[in-house]
């Protein structure tokens, strides 16, 4: 059974300060998302990575995609308060045999507070 | 364009109860996937459908069911409710299987 493990769980920056979340997965996959959320809000997508090498930026935000190690990271550079979230990554693979379905596996998701 | 749409915002529900959840995806997208996600958890997939076809099932109990109309919308139903189906239930739509998601804003279930 594919397995997503993020972290930190918890982070807590200052804002000018540069952080990285890890985004661990037991299987290989097909796609990995990174999503934000604010509380008691929906799922915002921040980015899709489709292979080994790719290396998406946003923003502050960059995500890259490490398929050989089934490692992800999302960087933050020079943080603002604004980015204070909840981040998750999630991995898209098939999951029927010979099949061609789809379904998102999450990790727990980082909570990002950044204080002035 | 409109995104994906759920209804209700927020339902409170009492032990042993039914309940339906309504999504509507964004228009042309023919794929729509249900989500639980408990408070400090990523969602938990629970059901996919494609062209009014179930493409899958999570592991959740029988008690959780859902359905596809030819529009496309969903729904999710949930019988004889436990106070652990609290939770934020999130509908995402997709143009196919294989395509990227949006989700809409969710449904947030109380049950007491």
């Known amino acids: 059974e594919l397995k997503v493990e993020q972290n930190p769980l918890f982070l807590s920056m200052q804002e000018g300060k540069n952080y990285t979340i890890y985004c661990n997965y037991s299987t290989t996959s097909d796609r990995l998302y990174w999503y934000r959320q604010d509380p008691g809000k929906s799922l915002e997508s921040l980015f899709v990575?489709?292979?080994?090498?790719a290396v998406k930026q946003e923003g502050r935000l960059m995500a890259s995609l490490d398929t050989k190690a089934r490692l992800s990271t999302l960087h933050i550079t020079a943080a603002v308060h604004d980015l204070s979230a909840t981040y998750f990554c999630a991995v898209d693979k098939i999951w029927n045999s010979g099949g061609s379905n789809y379904k998102l596996t999450f990790g727990k998701g980082t909570l990002l507070t950044v204080n002035p | 364009d409109a995104g994906v749409t759920q209804s209700p915002t927020h339902l409170i529900k009492t032990r042993g109860q039914q309940v339906t959840l309504r999504c509507s995806p964004i228009s042309g997208h023919k794929s729509v996937s249900w989500y639980q996600q408990v408070l400090g958890q990523g969602p938990q997939f629970i059901f996919q459908?494609?062209?009014?076809?179930?493409?899958g099932r999570g592991n959740f109990p029988d008690r959780f069911s859902a359905r596809q109309f030819p529009n496309y919308s969903s729904e999710l139903n949930v019988n004889a409710l436990l106070l652990g189906d609290s939770a934020l239930y999130l509908c995402a739509s997709s143009l196919s299987p294989t395509a990227g998601y949006t989700f809409g804003s969710g449904t947030r279930l109380t049950v007491v």
């Open positions: 459908y494609y062209e009014k076809e179930e493409r």
């Open positions: 990575l489709l292979s080994n090498g």
